[in-house]
């Protein structure tokens, strides 16, 4: 059976969150709690075929750590919730396990941050005075080590801890919290590093009891007189997303701190559930659900409170996790199978530079800009030889030699190796130096693979395909917490039913 290939956006734009310089990126979360769990350098394979550039692991495990070595990716390692009562007991604690786990393995693995624990102030309030000794010890080690210029410590929070989330300009953290958030807020302040936040708009629209419009939780268009508006900024919502990034800023500012960035670590919709209870989880709605986030986050729109300042954020997640507890649904927030099979098809047309395959003809496969010409020369003459791709537009006085370069070249090259192979998983990597979008790469007479809905299966040699040689070789995942839901639901609701912030 053809297998269905999804696609979504990773295009790093130059855009400054509010205390940063990463920008607008998506990344993906990587649990573990699977029947069968690909070994490290097939997760590793699948993240670089599919240009995933972002990942966050729930631990710090030391055979993924090691396949991720020199790939680039840039890698948030966390400190499991079980692991908190040591590291915040003992600065010596806390200065092996940053030894151990990052200073053992950067700079070869891209570790950008330490997430302390998952959701802690709301899922293990006990453990909650644990927390900020725990951060300040981690923070002592990397301070020992050197590595504080380059790696940040922070800590995910469940949106839950936004209280009167509604309209956005009313929001404040919980009180009861304020001993451990507010001297967190000045470490995160002092530190430039990021507010960590989950965010499911899947069970604030499903505990809403209808009040909260599904299109609302899916970014879908709303007509203006259905956009919640903030009668206090008359700031206009259109989803869900944007109106909980905004509570937390506006709940930070309550607490005179508005220089702190934040950071989605989670977000995403199941894509199956029990039809009795979970009839919104399903393939279509995870689809528009991602495809729009993506395209939201990429497109450095920023939220109505900060325009044009990126979010970067983390889908839940890279795989389906067949031994997690709870509703069925609970299984399915994958991307992909774990056989790696993609779940669903993602729909981001004209999105620019992407991470996998669509089945619609409408990606291309292209030189990844700033790439090594060496190594594109070796990649192009790969592609017009063993590759068997017809390279014959490529010679002089044909409608593709000009431009007469090698990026130019290896583009048409890859493209038509892309397409010929049937923009299979794998087939537009090139040893890192291609990757895949949807901007059409065609230029006058030059009408590239897949153009026009052709799918460049002609520009093969013969009719033996090559392999896919241009590809590489190759329970801590016990994380989310769902039983403690944004108060975004309840308060978005009540505001709902009053008329107060409709036009």
Not at 57 to 83: C, F, H, K, W
Not at 172 to 190: A, G, H, I
Not at 351 to 363: E, P, R
Request: aromatic share 8%; glycine share 8%.
């Amino acid at each position: 059976m053809k297998k269905l290939f999804f696609f979504f956006l990773l295009l790093v734009l130059a855009v400054s969150v509010v205390h940063g310089e990463d920008g607008a990126y998506i990344g993906v979360n990587i649990g573990t709690a699977m029947s069968s769990v690909p070994a490290a350098t097939q997760i590793t394979t699948l993240l670089r075929s599919q240009n995933i550039r972002h990942v966050r692991l729930y631990d710090a495990d030391p055979a993924m750590l090691a396949a991720l070595a020199n790939t680039g990716i840039r890698v948030i390692v966390s400190v499991p919730n079980e692991q908190l009562l040591a590291i915040g007991n003992s600065n010596a604690t806390a200065a092996n396990w940053v030894a151990r786990n990052v200073a053992a393995h950067y700079p070869s693995v891209n570790i950008t941050a330490i997430a302390v624990g998952s959701e802690v102030l709301s899922t293990l309030p006990n453990a909650a005075p644990l927390l900020m000794p725990a951060v300040r010890y981690l923070q002592n080690a990397l301070v020992a080590a050197a590595l504080d210029r380059y790696i940040k410590i922070s800590t995910p929070h469940s949106s839950s801890i936004i209280l009167d989330s509604f309209p956005p300009s009313q929001a404040f953290f919980n009180r009861s919290l304020d001993p451990v958030l507010v001297p967190l807020l000045k470490f995160l302040q002092s530190t430039g590093s990021p507010l960590m936040l989950n965010v499911y708009p899947y069970y604030d629209y499903m505990r809403s009891n209808g009040v909260i419009p599904l299109d609302y939780a899916l970014f879908r268009p709303l007509p203006p007189n259905k956009e919640a508006v903030d009668a206090n900024t008359l700031l206009h919502y259109t989803n869900v997303f944007d109106a909980v990034v905004d509570a937390a800023y506006f709940a930070m500012a309550y607490l005179n701190v508005t220089n702190v960035p934040v950071m989605v670590t989670e977000t995403g919709w199941p894509h199956k559930g029990d039809p009795s209870n979970e009839p919104d989880a399903t393939s279509d709605n995870a689809d528009t659900y991602n495809s729009n986030l993506i395209r939201h986050v990429m497109n450095s729109t920023g939220t109505p409170k900060h325009p044009g300042v990126a979010v970067p954020t983390y889908i839940y997640e890279l795989y389906d996790e067949d031994t997690r507890p709870g509703s069925t649904s609970e299984k399915y927030w994958g991307l992909f199978d774990m056989n790696g099979i993609p779940a669903y098809t993602l729909h981001l047309t004209g999105s620019g530079v992407l991470l996998a395959n669509d089945t619609t003809n409408q990606t291309y496969c292209v030189a990844r800009d700033g790439a090594d010409e060496k190594m594109l020369q070796a990649a192009l003459d790969w592609a017009c030889g063993p590759g068997k791709v017809d390279c014959s537009a490529l010679t002089q006085g044909q409608p593709c030699y000009e431009p007469d370069n090698v990026e130019a070249h290896a583009t048409y090259a890859f493209n038509a190796y892309y397409h010929g192979m049937g923009m299979g998983s794998g087939t537009c990597y090139f040893s890192g130096v291609a990757v895949i979008t949807t901007t059409d790469p065609s230029r006058g007479s030059c009408v590239y693979a897949g153009s026009g809905g052709k799918n460049g299966t002609s520009l093969l040699n013969g009719t033996s395909l090559a392999p896919s040689s241009n590809s590489t070789a190759g329970d801590s995942g016990s994380h989310r917490a769902v039983g403690d839901v944004s108060s975004f639901a309840r308060t978005v609701a009540a505001a709902l039913l009053l008329g107060v912030v409709l036009l």
